[in-house]
Structure formats: structure tokens, C-alpha cells
């Protein structure tokens, strides 16, 4: 059977397997994301939430995604069919592909490459696209508000996260997710980068445009934003890939702050638990965070939003990694990583 | 030999969206034509083991250069056809820029004499185990430290220079100043007044209008008397 698996065709239905195998849980667990989402909000404002497709409300997610392939796919008058089609294709498969680098235990990634975290940098930066794209090819002025806000706001935030990475990578000396999460061995990042751990997690929701920074949505201002325009599946596929970019951000904030795979401490108790249910678990956590943000905050002004971007995160997180360094020099503590 | 098929599969591709994005009709297709050249020369950079350059250039003009493009592409109103007119015009000059261009490449690499020993580097360019990001790491901030540098300062200059031209003072907009809005108490913004009935706030003295500025006083209308903001409302 080992051997199968080193023939060029073995090695393409392994690769097939893996991806499965990675993809298949996240799948189901965007589906109930979407439920313990509305769950979530419903009991922090003394609600009860969805609860009558089966018990306790389980099988909504399943309701849901059978009410939506069953709808009709409306593409509107003057939109570009073609872009108007390929817009949540994108935004979906992005969503998926950046998982092919996360390692939920020691090594287990499909693809463990040496420039892993550059990777995920370059895959969520492209997450615009398919916003953008949806925007324009909707031909419709609420759609290309919704766009030109999630363009200009996630190339704002992008600019802090680089820096959060690369302090964390100073710290690290390796660009590999893997050995990101066993420097942390001793301690999780989240304790000496306290504040690149905030700054991060706050820049992980303006790139994932939640609330409070959910301008591109504005259903107040500009009906449904980028959005306004879909319906059935490709509505579906947005909903999906927004979902699944949260979940990324909470698995990338997990690798880079909360250890990984690593359980609190390694001493019996704690590593008698196997390392992915620690990641599932530290991922999870970050989700609830989320959605805890959004039953509480209300949404940035766009002003406010880019003034935080541009005027408070920028320059702290380009402080906090010039003090990184400093520190990292003068203390000797420099890494001295081969990868 | 898959990597061979790889490599023709992304360079084919490669040519042929950069070939749709001067020839497509629609800018917006032409910026995404461009994007997918990117991504192909991403590739092709992969296939050459530089996968750092490969990450750097798909973050650096995929993800924020070409991003801004199609921003900008998308916000122009462009008329298509007007912008064909002109092809019968113009393609002689192209042409005849591009044949110098070419004749100039022909001329530079025709003349490209390499030394003796180079082709044995070429193979091995690196030990093998420091990985490629760490290799440019090293050359970049040792030897070719100062022309990294002076790179970082021209885009400095570039940058200050767009800051300059487009920056302007907008008296009109009302600007919040958080440091202002977190120094106020209660003290000084609220106050308990009993209110008797059938009195109205102007008589009891606690009216109190929201008193412009000075500065906003002297100004003239937007658009009467300064040309400078109709321009910009034009816009």
C-alpha cells in the first residue's frame, strides 16, 4: 500500500485524500458556524435562536443550504455574466486553498512549505477579489460601494498584518508554519507580543469584513454591499467563504499566538489530549470571540475605520516591531533559524 | 518531465494574457488579464525553486498593486470605442517604439559575454541548506545593502510626492478629534435643570445654540468665491 502511494498515480489520489480530509471538517464546521453563529447572537440578546429544524435547531444549517440550492440564480440585467459568476467562485476557493498550509498537529499539513506564512499572507490578501469583482460585475451603485469600501479597507489592514507577521517571525526565524507554532513551546506568542496578538486579532475582522468593521455589507447605508445583487448558490458561496475566511483568521491568529497545536502547558494532564483537538479547540475559541464581537460592538464610521487602520495600528505595530528587535538584539534572544 | 509540461503549460498562459491584456476591449478585463500574467509568472517562479520571489510577487502586485488598478480602472468611465479610435493612428508610433526596444534587447543580450565559471554557479547557485528567502536575506542586507536602501528611499520620495500633490486642507469637513471627545466630563457637558411647566428653554436661559466657528465664519460659501473648492466639487 506504501508503495501505491509513491506512484504517480497513488500520489494524486493521496493528494486527493488529504485535501478531503482537511476540507470535509471544515466544511461541516463553517455549516455550523453559520448555526452557532445565530445561536450565539440569539442567547446574548435573550433570544432563542433557531430551534425548530430538528433538536435544539441542528439540522438549520442543512435547511438552509437545501432552501438555497433549491432558489433560483438570478444574474441581473446589464451585470457581466461571466465576472458575475466567477466573483463568489473566488471568493469560495480562496477561502479553501490557504488551508492546504495550516498544520492542526505536528506536521500535519498537506503542503508543509518552507514560505508557509508568506503563503497565507498572499491568499488572504487576494480574498479582495472576488468582493471587488462581485462589486463591479453586479452593475449595480450599492454593489460598487460595497467593493470600492472592502478594496480600500482590506488593503489598509493588510499593511498592519505584514507587520504583526514579521514581528512574529523575528521572534521565530523561520517563514514555516510548523516551526512557528514549536517556538512556542516555552511560551505562546499571545504573552511577549501581547499587543501584535490585539492588533492582529482586531485587523483579522476588518480583513474578514465582520462587524464592527462590516462596511462593505453596510445594510444600513448601501443595502447588502458587494452582495446585493446574488441569490441562491452564489449568494450561498459568499455566506460559505466568509465563513471559511473566519475560520482561517482564527486558525492563522491560533499558529501565530495561541501555540498551535500545543497544549497550555506541557506537563500530563494537558498533553494526554491529542494536539488537534487543542488546535480545533483554540480555533473554535477564536470564533466565539467573533461572534461575541458582533452581538456587542456597533459599526465603525468609514472615517473611524481607516483612522484606526492607517493612524493607530500602523505606527503601533511598526513601534512594536522595531522594539522586537531591539529587544531580540540586545538580549542575545535572536533566532538563529536556517529555513 | 511534468515540471517540463508545467512550465510551457504557465508560460503559454502567461503569453497569452498578456496578449489580452493589450488587445481586450474592456480595461477591467485587461487589469484582471494582468493579474492572471502575475500569477503565472508566480509559477514559473515556483518552478525555479525562488518560491520567496513567488509569494513576494503575488502579495506585492497581486494582492495590493493590481488591486489599486482595477480600483482606479473600475472608478474611470471609460468609453470603449473612443478608446479603440485612435488605434489606426497610433499603432505605426507603437510599432516603431517597440522595434527600437527590441532591436535594443537584441543588441544587449547579442553583446552579453558571460564569464568563464559562471555556468557552475548557475547550477548551484546556493548551499544547499540555507532555503532561498534566507539566501536573499543575506545578500540584500550584506553586500547590496546600500542599493536596497536607496530603492526604499525612491519609493519614499514617491510616496511623499503622491501625499503632497493630492493632500489638501478641506475646511468644510468636520473633523473628529477623539482626544477632544474622550477629555469631556459630565461636568461640562451635562446639566440637571428642573423644568416648570409651560416654560420654554429660551426663556429659562439653558438654549444653547451650536455656535459656529470662527474660522468657518470668515470662509466664503463653497464654490463663490474660492475657485479652488469648485474645481475640487467638480471632480
Redesign the interface.
Known sequence: MAGFFRTPFGMLILMVLEALAILVPLLLLVAYATVAERKVLAAMQLRKGPNVVGPWGLLQAFADAGKMLMKETIIPTGANRL?FLFAPMVTFTLAMIAWAVIPVDNGWAVAD???GI??L??IS??G??GI??AG?ASNSKYA?LG??RS??Q??SY?VSIGFVMVSVLLCVGS?NLNDIVLAQRHVWFCIPLFPMFIVFFISALAETNRSPFDLPEGESEIVAGFFVEYSAMTFALFFLGEYANMFLMSASTTILFLGGWLPPVGLPPFTWIPGVFWFVGKVLACMFVFMWVRATFPRFRY??LM?LGWKVFLPLSLLWLVVTAVVLVLTGWVPQ??? | MIATIAFYVFAAVMLASAAAVVSSRNP?HSV?FL?LAFFNAAALFLLAGA??LA??L??VY???VA??F??VV??LDVNFDQLRGGLQRYAPVGAAVGAVLLAELVLVIGGWRFAPDVAALRLAPRPE???N??AIGDLLYTRYIFLFQIAGLVLLVAMIGAIVLTHRERHEARR?DIRIQNARTPAETLALVRVPLGAGISTLGIYHPVVAEPEDTELAPPGFDNPDLHTHEAH
Do not use: C, H, K
Open positions: 465576472l512549505v518552507n514560505v508568506l503563503y499572507f498572499a490578501s487576494l479582495v477579489y471587488i469583482i463591479w460598487f467593493g470600492l478594496a480600500a482590506m488593503v493588510e517563514l472615517d473611524q483612522r533559524g536556517t529555513a | 477591467v484582471l493579474i518560491e520567496f509569494m513576494i503575488v502579495i497581486v494582492g495590493a488591486v489599486l482595477l480600483f473600475m472608478m541548506q540555507i532555503s528567502t534566507a473628529q
